[in-house]
């Protein structure tokens, strides 16, 4: 049907497509399992059905097509007291379609739909007291009443002269993707006509019949006619002109939808025959009169595509930095030059500009996360059935924005967190019943911004976390020795869940037991500069919150020395920057600490320890006060460097083998700055052991990573 290159295309929009049409599959198999007695879910979800066999059937898919037609056909014998068992085809339906999909982008054999199959045959072989939907009165379908938004359009189109269509048009029965019937039209009809509104709604069942348009322009209704003839699409057209008058129209009511004078009713020479509004199902744009053909503002753009375009912003705030570097050289060289001013101004208007483009260019990359909420309900449903557990799951927050690679890259350790909520927290339903708490368990996904960040979080109303268990369990492990866990902090404890191999499961079921997964989750988020934060409260509940950055390209950074050398920290993480001199440090179980206020604050020293301590017992130093959760820690420095805007580059293992280092970045002079990784560096920190003094030497490792970057710097290698 299609060229090799229109087919690939077309095929790779199905992909796409589809993912989103078995995500409302789900969606409305859940709707059913709550609601057995919703024919309007029913509807829908054979809709989608239909939908997905056309498409299939388009791109050649036929396996698919054909198991999608069974389905569709099985979905139109059901009845309200089978919806029940409906929901659970449903379900094994979009698990279907979904491996058959994988298959077909990866070239493979599509999976057995035996199993389907089956209980499409179950569905459809026990047709006692089953009433066809087909069979069901037909829903009167109401006579189009054009908004007044709409009425305002035509009378405008009309003094400038234009001619106004009612154009209506009946869809080929035989249409393979029917849905795109209406845009296909619109696209037609966009570069001769003006579109002042549609009817129905694109989600509407009548959609994928008819649609009716009114269009604006001053071409004759044969060469508008002739443009809506699509061979194998459009089956009828009919296009009237619209009768206008002079009077204002009258506002649309419930109680009498048409004005008195019927030329006003635009194209409705006779009264209508139905009393009703236009539905509320109509689409927001639909109902202020802006065209449907709006959809084509919509761009499909590879993601590198904009990530290389975020990655000449970066450049040019490089750019900009050397700029402002020359001008600060210049006005401390030649202080009295006239053209300074100028350049200052000059400068001011490129770095507004450039801040404008960077957010621009980074909410092309924001996307709301409920693309990735959508994902677990099915989930939570599919666990806890599993587990023998009631859970409802609750969410909220899913049009927080965030960056597309991070929400990608927090897929996998939401997973986990979902599915430890149900199968740890949340007890069974005759605990919860002997606790005197309802006996289906909540589950809440929320998200939020908060600063420069955004937090995702994850809270279950379930038994909360046995700090003692978790100890015990640290100490029979031997991660622990029992006075360590005994002087341990519940804050330190709730860290021990973390460990590799670490649970307190007390059997392995094919949920969890095996202590993998949190390892998972912390590791992902530290990568992406992001921190966890635990809050439980036995008998309660407990909350899982990942703070994760807006972005992972551009961050607000504090530059400082450790030993003449220059590195970066999120500015972000700093809580506060303290002075202090050598002589104020103490030694607590072989850790440098400095009682900062009310607070014993832990010390870690970037730099190497003086050879002769009492010899610089009065050096002052510099504290960086960072905050990782309700962890704080002091890094110790020699000098601070200021603020700066750093663009993140990558560095590959051959370059750098610590992760102490995330990152470097490129300052306006040439010179390159590592951008430390505080997250490792404090799990780091609070792993060693204080057998040695300092535990961790960090001096020799980040002097380790700064003598590799020199060499391969000097190599001509890039970062």
Known sequence: MFSDERGAELRQLFFETARELLQSLNDEALKLEKSPTDGESMRSARRVVHTLKGDAA???????????????????????????????????????????????????????????????????????????????????????????????????????????????AEIDPNCVMPIAARQLVLNALSPMSEILGTWPDQSSPQANKHFQLLAASNRTAQELTAKCRIPTVISQVTIEPVPVTAQKPQVTNSANPYPDNPASALGSPEPPKAKNPVPDSVSEPDRHGKSAAASENILRVEASRVDNLLNLVGELIIGKSMLQQALSELARNYPKEALRGRFVDAMAFQARVLNDLQRSVMKVRMVPVEQLFRR????????????????????????????????DAIAEPLTHLVRNAISHGIESV????????????????????????????????????????????????????????????DT?????????????????TEISGRGVGLDVVESVIHRLKGTVEIDTNPGHGTA??????????????LLFRVEQRLYAIPLNIVAEIARAVESDLHQVDNYEVLQLRNLVLPLVRLGSPPAA?????????????VSLGERKLGLLVDALDGEEELVIKAMDDQTVETDLVSGASILGDGRVVLILNIPAMVERFSRSRPETAG???????????ERARCAHAAAGRQL
């Open 695 to 705: 535990g961790v030497n960090f001096g020799l490792l980040l002097s380790q990573a």
């Open 58 to 168: 388009a791109c050649g898919f036929h396996r698919f097509s054909e198991l999608a037609h069974e389905l569709e056909d099985a979905l139109a014998l059901g009845t309200l007291p089978s919806y029940a068992s409906l929901a659970e085809i449903l379900f094994a339906a979009a698990d279907t379609f979904d491996a058959m999909l994988s298959s077909y982008e990866n070239q493979v054999d599509p999976p057995s739909a035996e199993p389907l199959r089956q209980m499409i045959v179950r569905l459809t072989s026990n047709p006692g007291g089953r009433k066809s939907l087909e069979q069901e009165p037909p829903v009167s379908t109401p006579e189009v009443v054009w908004t007044e938004y709409e009425k305002l359009a035509v009378e405008a189109a009309v003094r400038e002269g234009k001619q106004v269509y009612d154009i209506k």
């Open 492 to 508: 330190e404890a709730l860290q021990l869940i973390f460990r590799p191999g670490f649970s307190t499961a007390d059997e392995i």
């Open 430 to 489: 005759e605990e919860r019943r002997r606790d005197g708490k309802p006996e289906h368990g909540t589950l809440r996904l929320d998200a939020y911004h908060q600063g420069n960040q955004v937090v995702v979080e994850i809270r279950d109303d379930g038994r909360g976390i046995d700090l003692q268990k978790v100890k015990n369990r640290a100490t029979e492990r031997r991660l622990l020795s029992p006075e360590e866990a005994a002087a341990m902090s």
């Open 613 to 625: 301590p009492e010899l610089h017992s009065s050096r002052r130093i510099f504290v960086l006060v």
């Open 376 to 407: 677990f309900p099915r989930m939570a449903r599919d666990v806890g059935r599993q587990c023998g557990k009631s859970v409802e799951l609750i969410v909220s927050g899913q049009n927080t924005d965030l960056d597309k690679s991070i929400l």
């Open 544 to 557: 899982f919150r990942l703070k994760l950055p807006l972005t992972l390209a551009i961050i607000k950074a």
